[in-house]
């Protein structure tokens, strides 16, 4: 199985806004300086086109994203930052992908009545479940991951946490269900 949703160039303009918002989110709300560019867009090199982009919108403006990377091609833990997971291994298989780049606008903004970063979550895991993707990795603060179990993801820890630029990161694995863990 390949997943490899379409060219990020057949839709410029909701990119443009993603590159903006990602640059907003991490760059100016996070301050990860290393990804500043004076065209206060943030893209790497792991936007290619089977980079799978999910964006909210609200009144044509991004409020929420994420990205998943096919984990058979090089993403951020096998090519970042492999030390993260002190000497373990990751899953990796067509059916696995990384899931990177999760940011919402705000904590509080709601589209009728749900918070964004749930919507987010739970249409990433109806994707994940209609697409066949059977579980995803990624790097995380650890006190997302009860936030993760609170929406349907089981979640396994790969490695112990670590501290990378400055922040407290665990790699895990996440596994859509159909019911919120306890």
């Known amino acids: 199985m390949k997943i490899c949703i379409g060219d990020s160039r057949a839709n410029a303009v909701i990119m443009e806004k993603i590159w903006r918002f990602r640059h907003q989110q991490f760059v100016e709300r996070r301050g990860w300086q290393a990804l500043r560019k004076s065209d206060r867009r943030e893209i790497d090199q792991f936007d290619h086109d089977c980079a799978i982009h999910f964006s909210v919108l609200k009144n ?15 993403h951020l833990l096998s090519s970042v930052y492999p030390q993260i997971m002190r000497g373990q291994k990751w899953p990796r298989s067509h059916d696995v992908f990384e899931w990177t780049r999760w940011a919402v606008a705000s904590g509080d903004e709601r589209i009728d009545g749900v918070r964004v970063s749930r919507v987010l979550m739970i249409g990433l895991m109806e994707f994940c479940r209609v697409a066949g993707i059977t579980s995803l990795i990624g790097e995380t603060h650890p006190k997302l991951i009860n936030s993760l179990r609170a929406n349907g993801w089981q979640t396994h820890i790969l490695s112990e946490p670590s501290i990378f630029e400055n922040e407290l990161v665990v790699p895990l694995e996440v596994i859509p269900s159909s019911a919120p863990q306890t």
Do not use: N
């Open 60 to 74: 044509d403006a991004v409020i929420g994203y994420s990205r998943l990377l096919p984990t058979v091609q090089p």
